[in-house]
Structures are given as C-alpha cells and as structure tokens.
C-alpha cells in the first residue's frame, strides 16, 4: 500500500480550511500539540502541518491564480528519513506513511533541511519536528464510519479538492484522477519520488461573448436612461 | 540558511583539532620530526583532542532536544550525521592509546605508536570527510551538493591544524623549516579549492520556481506566501545576507584565511620565526575560516525557498 493524497489545483479556491481542519484534529493527535507561538501577538506564529501558498502562472491578460495547498508528499525515496542520525523519523514499510517518532528525536533539524518541500517544523517548545501523518490516528480508527476514515484536510475540504487513497492500487479513485488527469509530482528532479500528485487545472474552452450586446450610442443611452429613470 | 553560531563553531574548531592530530602525529610516525620532544607531542595531541572535545561539545548547543543526543549513533549505515558522530567518538581511544605511548615510552618510534597513530590519522581524515558530506549529500541546497564542499572541509582542517603546528613548534623552539613549508602547500591548495567552490556557486542551475510548482509553461510569481509572520521554514531557511556583506566577508576569507597566515608562514620556510607573527597568523587564520563557515551557511540557499517567491536559488 502507497498511501496519499491527490490535490486538484482545479477546484482549489485557496480557503485553508485545510490547514485549519488539520491544525485541529493534529493538536490533540499523536504527534500533538501543533504549538502556536504569541497566537494573540503582534507576530503569530506556530508548528503547521499544512500552508497554502498563492501563485500567479502566465503574464496578463493571459494570467491565472493558483491555490497551492502543500503537505508532507510522503516520499518513496525520502530523505529526511535516511539523513536521520537517531532513527526517529521513519517510513512505514506497510502503507508508505512517513512519521516522527517523538521520544527519539532530538531536534536537530537534519530532516528539514533534506526535505525539499518544506514539510517538516521544528516545535520550537516540545523540541521535537513535527510533520503530517496522513492523520495515521484516524484513517485507521474502526470506531469512526468508514466515510470518516480519511485525513481531516480531504474530508473538510468545501470544493472537494483533495482526495486520500491507496496509489498502489490503479483502480483506487486517486489512481483513476493521476491517469485521467495527467497528475504531477512537484520538483522531480531532485529525486524524492514524492507521492502526493497535484492535477493541473482542466483546459477549458473560452466562455462565449458573441451573445454579448455590442456597445453603441444608442445602447449608452439606454443604459443612461434605464439607471436615471425610476420606474 | 540561517548560519547558527554554534554549528560555526562545531566545523571549524573540530576541523582545526582534527587536522593538527593528522599533521602532528603523521609527521611524527613516519620520522619527519625527529627533534620532537615527548613534552611538545603531548601538548599538541591534548590541544588537538581539546579543540575537537570543545567544537564537538559546540555542536550539541544547537540541539533543540539533547537528551536524546545519545541516539545519534544508532542509524550510521544511512546517515552522515550519525557516522559523522560514531568516527568522531571512534578517534577517542586510539588518540589517547597513541598519547599513552609516548608518554610510556617516549618519542622512540615503536609499533604501537606507529599502529595507533596511523589509525588515529585514518579515522580523523574520515570523521573530516564525514562533516563535510553532512552538507555536501543534501541534494535541496545547490550551494553543498557538490564534491567541493568535504574536500574544502578536509583542506580547511588541514589549513589550521598546520597553522596551529607552526605555533606549537615555534611555541617549543623546535625547527620550523619543515612545517612552515607543508602549512604554506597546504594553505595554497587549500586557497585554489576554495576559490573553485566559490567561483562554482555563482553559476545557478537546479530547480526553479517554475519546477516547484510544476508549471513550467510560461512565468509564474508568488502572490501571497500564506502566513502573515515568520514561520520556522522562513526562520531556518530564509536568510539572505546582504550582497556587500558577502563580497566583504569573502575579501577577507582569502586575507585573513590565506593571505596573511601565507605570507607570515612563507617568512619561516628559512626556519627563522618569531613567536608573535606565528600567533598573529593563527588568529588571523581562525578568523578568515571562522568568515569562510559563515558564508557557507549564509549563502546556501534551500529549495523551500522556491515556495516562498524566489525565481531559483
């Protein structure tokens, strides 16, 4: 099993409910508290296991905006895992999930450093780096609806823009999207082999403007009278 | 990177205390030095492993969790880090049983100093390689991804570990000739790679923001980076230094590291020296590597970088 998450940039809006479902289940998780530092303060500041982040690709008038939530991609050939001097950070043979174990580590930030995605915090009060778990806690949870078995980012997602499953298995439903949609993997030339797939936004045809009524004197005076008049 | 004081002062005081241990005891071993005293050896193997000692107790200040330090030597077959640990822990016994040997049975060469010694070298020239591949394997920063950078940690140990040689036999009244002409090769090979390191750098190559984000068919920008304070990957990663700081520091690396201890030490290839420029060259030469580590970290730019609106690192 090679578990993981597929996120659409289609239908991403950029909301970081994501982040903020994740801030809320994880603070009381295994690997919890997600600590924040002076969250009332004039710089808030604290341990996240998720940040979206907001891009532009193209020059006008040819631009669009692209929501880009990112997250541990659980890389096959991670090295945060093999720079580790103490064994702390390891990668579960069974189902491919990257995890900290929080008694061994001893803070020394070797892991951040060798991830190139970002996905890994020091928590500055505990000591100890923290990173996503896939919410291991809860998708292997048989006390929760089978519904209810995935990471809190994917199930609170308002437009359904991330998905949680097995990518391993080409007839699970994030196989059929990477296929289907011609999914990526970000920065692939320096090895990591990550997971996580991102779908590019669909190639949509231009929204039609011949119907739109063609600007003249007259419709100007339309327009002027029917704003002026109150009927 | 953010250059952490503690991790400066790790590289290079564990670098200088490792090359004089090689320099020391290779010249001795092999009879370059036979007018060493038992007295001079001594001191120069307890300086060396004091340096060594001081930088490797540095190196557990930047620790966010050190009671768990002990583990670090268990995961030597992945990590540079941990094998960096276990050789350095490894140069220990047979250090000290070379350092027995002497103080048993003097400066005579015998098998044991012979054998301890040798293996003392070894073990040092790897513990070196060692720290310098904690860098030099990170395939996120261009900067330390590259062969350069354990040959520059080697060279730069070697460098210093001489310079302090110099001073120990100026220091004992010993003949110099001979160390001051190894320091200056060595302070000059040690120049010319350093000078390729930092003439390598300039060039950018690897990923961009374009690969980052995975759209590569026409420019993309940041619009907005997410978070409205600093978060600990802008914390860790995020410092730029100022260009004139860089240029500045980098002037005074090959000065004060290469220059001045060169120009002193070529004075006392004849074997003239007199103790107050050995001292100067020394502390000149610790400050130009001190600069020289800095700039390591403080030019290394991570890939994460990329996320938060730099074009390339």
Known sequence: MRLGLVIDLDTCVGCHACAVA?????????????TDYRPYGRNPSGVWFNRIRHYEVGDYPNNKTINFPMSCMHCDDADCVTVCPTGASYKRQEDGIVLVDQDKCMGCNYCSWACPYGARELDREAGVMKK???????????????????????????????YFGDFDDPNSEVSQLVRDRAGYKLMPEVGYNPTNTYLPPRLTRPIPTDDVRKESLMNKVKDWTNKTVTR | MHPALSVIIFTVSSGAGYGLLIL???L??????????????????????????????????????????????????????????LFAVLVYPFALLYLFGIWNSGVELNAFIQVTGFVTIILALITVFSTGMIYGCLKTIRQWNSALTPANYILLGLALGALLLVALRVSFNGEVGLVASLTLVILDIALIAKAIYYFWVRRVTGPSMNTAIGFTRANVRLLDVGHTAGTFLTEEFGYVPAAGTVTLFKVLVFVLGFIVPGAIVFGMTGGDASSGMVWFALISGFLGIGLERWLFFAEARHVVNLYHGA???
């Open chain 2, 28 to 85: 001795h071993i092999f009879g370059f030095m036979p007018d060493m005293s038992e007295n001079e050896l001594l001191t120069g193997g307890i300086i060396g492993l004091g340096l060594v000692t001081f930088g490797l107790m540095s190196s557990t200040f930047h620790l966010a969790n050190p009671k768990n330090a002990w583990r670090a030597f268990s995961r030597f077959r992945t990590s540079w880090l941990s094998r960096e640990g």
């Open chain 2, 311 to 313: 074009q390339h690192t």
């Open chain 1, 132 to 162: 996503c778990t896939l919410c291991v806690d809860r998708i292997y949870d048989e006390t929760l609806d089978e519904i209810d078995r995935q990471p809190a980012c994917v199930i609170t997602c308002p437009a359904h823009a991330r």
């Open chain 2, 24 to 26: 020391l005891i290779g």
């Open chain 1, 22 to 34: 994740c801030k809320q289940w994880n603070t009381s998780g295994t690997t919890g508290p997600l």
